[in-house]
């Protein structure tokens, strides 16, 4: 089956500015959306730029499950070791702009809500993880995708609208 | 909105990617060439108008065109080369007694030239001097556009001499002509206005290498430059990202007025096709008030309609997406590989690479 061709996901920020993830790296997070029955959940950590002079964010990099990582029906266990590698490598190669923005996993549902252990997990990487300005979290539900933001010291977590 | 002001600051520059022509380094060639022109003509011209035995008739000259205007641009390899316009005005009517036919004053100018280069040719607008220039035959040219002066003729204008070898008497002509009264409409509303006339200047040089990247040079398929300039000067607005600081939109400045020339297109009588059709007309503002595109064929004007919708696609969607990298690709595509597109990191501002620690989702 073919899938129809995948465009570019563009979601707005409620202070201006928007967040770009390209085609081609969603269509990576979408080759694990749960649409199987009995297919586990998967995710990984979001790289990109903060992009001169604007408000906007590109995703330009994702990691996908590697060994190390579990994956349910209804969980994923991300490692960090293997997914900090690529994130190193990535930022080299990218001449120090391609930073870390956060993480995406998938949910075996059409339209997406973050769990109870999304959210607290998603608190706690405010607290410990290190970044630039904010966290963006994206869910790969089933029928749509959908981004969370937070700023660091807060816990206010934005759903940011796609744009059409 | 990407932006991509630093793209098309570099693609304007005269350094070596840019489309601007040097004012010191080709545009002095083409100057010292013309005054060259210039003098050969003031020493021969007494002779060959002696040998046939008319009354001897002193050029003036006047900088015309893009050089004038300053809106040249770099031409693209293979194409007709740069070129400078000079006006040469002569104190002699263009009827009654003694008045030459068109053809015969361009070829006395020819006659006085002779030798000069190993090409020159009489075209119907112009007696044009070509030279070589590292090998290539017509590197670059001189446009000799022959006038029939103000002060011979009873209604006191300018008239141009067209028309070329092989052309009957009746497709030879003197034709009104105003180029100085024409730069005059185009800059006089930016006489207070520096900011809005060096954007009038990039925006014409941006169209111009859009026309030249994108229309193929043979036969007269493209929209001629003068008339890209009159649909500017219609279409125009001077365009800030940041009004209070000046601080230049050219993006926002294309856009405007490519979508004024697209909403400009109809269904109209095209007075000398003498046919009806969609096209866009670029009226002179001043003698003789014709349309530039008049001898556009309708088949050209819907290609030119079709580019310009793709123009309008390119620029668009530039100013839809966030990633320079991204838009400037997009723009590269219309405008031409001079076109520059930053490295993505180029794009971004540095920052640490980040930590994520291990993790549960649910
Ligand atoms: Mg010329
Ligand atoms: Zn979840």
Known sequence: MNEPEQQDLVFYRSGGGRVKVP????????SYAQHDPVATEAGGVMMGRYIASSNDVVIDVVTEPMPGDRRTRYSFYRDKRRHQAAMDAAWEASGHTCTYLGEW??????????????????????????????????IIGTHEPRMWAAKSATTTWEPLKIKK | MANVQTQFDTFHSDKKTGIRLGRFKKEKQLRDKRNVIRRRLKANLPGVFAKYGEPNLVPKFKDQGSYKMN?????????????????????????????????????????????????????????????????????????????SARGSNSDGKDYLAVGRVGDSLSEQEWKVSDPAGLQHELFRRFED??????????????????????????????????GLTLNAHYGFTPTYSDWLNRTRDDLGALRKLVDDMLSRFSHQYREKRQEWGRCLIAKLPVEPVSDVYENMTLVQMTSFETKLKDLKAALDAAHEESDPHEACKGLQKVFGSDFPVPAKSDTARKAAAGAASSGLSG
């Open chain 1, 23 to 30: 085609a081609a790296v969603l269509s990576v997070m979408q």
């Open chain 1, 105 to 138: 996993h998938t949910h075996p549902e059409e339209r997406p809500t973050p769990s109870e252990i999304d959210i607290k997990g998603w608190n706690r990487r405010l607290c410990q993880d290190q970044f630039d300005e904010e966290l963006f979290f994206l």
């Open chain 2, 71 to 147: 809106t040249g641009i770099k031409p693209l390899a293979g194409g007709s080369g740069y070129d400078i316009d000079q006006g040469v005005y002569f104190e002699t009517p263009k009827d009654g007694e003694g008045a030459y036919s068109p053809l015969t004053l361009k070829k006395r100018v020819e006659e006085a030239l002779n030798g000069l280069t190993d090409t020159i040719r009489i075209r119907r607008p112009c007696v044009t001097v070509f030279y070589k220039e590292n090998g290539v035959e017509e590197a670059y040219h001189v446009d000799l556009a022959i006038y």
């Open chain 2, 193 to 226: 206005d520096t900011h809005g006339r060096q954007q009038f200047r990039r925006i014409m040089r941006f169209m111009k290498r859009w026309k030249d990247v994108n229309f193929s040079s043979a036969g007269n398929g493209a929209p001629r430059g003068i």
